[in-house]
């Protein structure tokens, strides 16, 4: 699985220099490549390997890993802005409005967010159908019932009274963070129009042991490693699953939701087993 | 045309209303419809005359026109923000960070641009070669290359060490606005799959009349009126068509270049009669 992580970054960052070779040069495209910079790449991974599990070649997948990747950037950079999470570090460099300003910071993301719409039309994703449906649950995922509703409901959580309770916050993530890996991890069935049920079953159980592994590692971890800052959430007197859970009943919950991703997959037999490695990977890592 | 474009008005308010009507309830959902109160709808009216030109109806267009007006809405949520343009009226409103929340403001500008892709998958636009023209000619006009980057032109002029002469200004309203107008007023030959040169060249020269016109307000107009903070680019130093050509000389560029627009309009004869009625409308209105 690492061999392959390796290639599908190496894969994906060639991508994203592609689409943004174009731009004119400038403060914009410079600060949307830093974006772009550095990350896990484990959405693209999802694509691109759930994407193999339906036949389909890397050359008809690496778009749309290029496009989840960009539109992650893009809600990294706003998720760090002042008036959201006001982050000084990210990927182990500084966040973009602190490398550039506030406003490019903001047309950055902006344009990011638009290059991953872009980066979904491309031919050779596969037929036009195919790729209307992928930009149709794409904007699902990322809109006002996704991605950034679940980031309204983090900012309204720092001003509430209460902090959430363990409900709120996995529907809090869901949105936030669940929505855009289930959207990577279906986009192979999605492109060849067969059954999702099975890989959202997976997607929403890794997505929420990943959360629950970031709470973990926002407690246990280092700076140095995971490349941000840590313990802000304990300082803001946010709910986490740690705080709900204790920690080792959140470990607890991560190594539960992990077994169900991997059972989720069965229907795949051994074509899925990078993606199996991938949901224990996920609560095994310090950065 | 003011007949058309009260019907183009309604027609547009319903398909924003309808296509927010089942988000989540909550500051961001009320935000984005916040946004989306009032304007002058010239771009959704570009967009359906311009698919009238070529038999469409506005069953096939509206959505194409509510997302154009979506992004719009987007585009002056985050322009309006403090480390932008830092304004606090807009359509004779409080602006959206005013409203709610500079983080509420930043997250309902992100989800309307991505509820702009979404409207522009809708069926009832056309078949998916002609929605995937659509979205790849918007996001090209929307993003690095056209109206984001015009909007980072803008803020880097504000702090460079000259003003920027005529024709740096014209290459920034190109992207800025101009895009985004081009986009509309060629949507419909998008749509037909016809050449859209003709619609370029007229969508360019009213662009351009555009940018001059609201120039011109902001030194004659009025903040009842326009619904918007005026004399400001003055009071930041900043160049404009009328501090570069003088307000007559504004006022004769507009003029030609509305002849130009209406010169560009001949292919289609008579069909045409509302979009050059728009052209002269755009230099003679006070708002």
New interface residues.
């Given amino acids: 699985m690492q061999t392959r992580l390796e290639d599908v970054k190496a894969q994906v960052q060639t991508a994203l220099d592609e689409a943004?070779a174009?731009?004119?040069p400038?403060?914009?495209?410079d600060a949307?490549r830093y974006a772009c910079i550095g990350g896990k790449r484990l959405r693209a991974f999802l694509v691109m390997e759930s994407a193999r599990l339906f036949g389909l070649s890397d050359r008809e997948s690496l778009p749309v890993a290029a496009a989840v990747e960009a539109l992650h950037a893009?809600s990294l950079v706003?998720d760090d802005?002042p008036?959201?999470d006001d982050d000084d570090l990210r990927r182990g460099l500084p966040t973009c409005h602190i490398q550039w300003?506030?406003?490019?910071a903001?047309?950055a993301?902006?344009?990011l967010?638009?290059?991953a719409?872009?980066l979904?039309?491309e031919a050779q994703i596969g037929?036009?159908?195919t790729?209307?449906s992928l930009?149709?649950t794409f904007?699902?995922a990322?809109?006002?019932?996704g991605m950034?509703?679940g980031?309204?409901?983090d900012?309204?959580a720092e001003t509430a009274i209460q902090p959430l309770d363990i409900i709120a916050i996995k529907r809090l993530q869901g949105a936030k963070t669940g929505a855009l890996i289930v959207f990577s991890a279906t986009a192979g069935a999605i492109m060849a129009g067969e059954d999702t049920a099975a890989l959202t079953e997976y997607a929403r159980n890794i997505g929420l042991a990943f959360q629950i592994q970031d709470d973990i590692l926002d407690v246990t971890g280092n700076e140095a490693e995971t490349g941000k800052r840590l313990n802000k959430d304990d300082a803001a007197g946010k709910a986490t699953f740690v705080s709900l859970l204790g920690l080792d009943g959140a470990q607890d919950k991560a190594r539960k939701l992990v077994r169900a991703a991997e059972a989720a997959l069965e229907p795949y037999g051994d074509d899925a087993g990078n993606l199996r490695q991938l949901a224990r990977f996920i609560i095994e890592r310090d950065a």
Avoid: K, N
Wanted: aromatic share 6%; proline share 4%; net charge negative.
């Fill in positions: 943004m174009h731009l004119p400038g403060e914009l495209s949307m893009y706003h802005l008036s959201m300003s506030e406003a490019t903001i047309l993301g902006d344009a967010q638009t290059l719409f872009g979904l039309t037929g036009p159908e790729r209307l930009i149709r904007a699902e990322v809109g006002a019932r950034v509703w980031q309204a409901l900012i309204a």
